[in-house]
């Protein structure tokens, strides 16, 4: 089945997800209290670089409020794709269940209907500890803010969100051949989100080298940071690295669609 067009797709994206949050709204008290708690539970990442902070002026290097700042832009990029495509990573239980099979006959993209599937608020709850945090760092960095800096700031988060969305996407692909990896995709996505939460110094140069070569990471927020933060690259890549985020996030999404389309092309039924 060819997937729609990109305008008619995010309408119908638009439609399914109100119709989830519409469901959700039923219930108020219990959907406030869901999203405070995943509020709380995000919040707890950033409380763990306190801890660290309260035993050492600096970590790798870097100061309180840098570390800080990596954990916003990161967590904001990662809830931002979390909210859009987390749903994605079911598409595995949906291919063991024979339950794709149902979204395929349907006029609907299935990628719409595995993102959109469960759609809840409570998501929103992981954008509030991102947001003031960030904002919190924004406002402490030693930094000389020129028009390029402030710029690279909304380019870093769009490029990041975009980037873990074709990771979402590119992940639940494998998932057609490999149907039991949800719990390897979780640590590309998760795992990823935790790791750029804090400076590349901190980790081995054959790690920092993966995720930058191999899985971008390195550019949801690490390399336009170093621009930011006027920081030298641990590596010694170019200067032209620190913008090539856009650029990376656009051939990881491109190869997430091409896995996606594949793996629909090639999809045989369960039977069931």
Request: aromatic share 10%; glycine share 10%.
């Amino acid at each position: 089945m060819a997937e729609p067009a990109a305008p008619g797709a995010l309408r119908l994206y638009g439609v399914l997800a109100w119709t989830w949050v519409r469901a959700a709204a039923q219930y108020p008290v219990s959907m406030v209290l869901l999203g405070l708690a995943t509020a709380v539970v995000s919040v707890l990442d950033a409380a763990a670089i306190m801890v660290l902070f309260s035993r050492a002026p600096r970590i790798a290097g870097f100061g309180v409020s840098e570390v800080l700042f990596l954990y916003g832009t990161s967590a904001l990029s990662f809830a931002l794709s979390d909210i859009v495509l987390g749903s994605t990573e079911r598409l595995g239980a949906h291919v063991r269940e024979g339950t794709l099979d149902a979204m395929l006959v349907r006029p609907v993209s299935p990628l719409v209907q595995i993102a959109t599937e469960g759609f809840t608020p409570r998501r929103l709850g992981k954008l509030v500890p991102a947001v003031l945090v960030l904002g919190y760092a924004l406002g402490r960095l030693d930094v000389h803010w020129t028009p390029g800096r402030l710029a690279m700031l909304p380019v870093m988060v769009l490029s990041g969100t975009a980037i873990f969305g074709g990771l979402w996407v590119l992940t639940a692909a494998v998932q057609f051949v490999l149907v039991d990896s949800h719990g390897a995709s979780k640590s590309v996505t998760y795992g990823g989100a935790f790791l750029t939460q804090y400076p590349m110094t901190v980790f081995s140069r054959d790690l920092v080298r993966g995720v930058t070569f191999v899985v971008p990471l390195a550019f949801v927020n690490w390399q336009p940071a170093l621009y930011v933060l006027d920081r030298p690259d641990p590596l010694g890549l170019p200067g032209a690295a620190r913008f090539a985020s856009p650029a990376v996030a656009a051939v990881l999404c491109a190869a997430a669609a091409t896995a996606w389309r594949a793996g629909l092309r090639h999809y045989r039924s369960t039977g069931s």
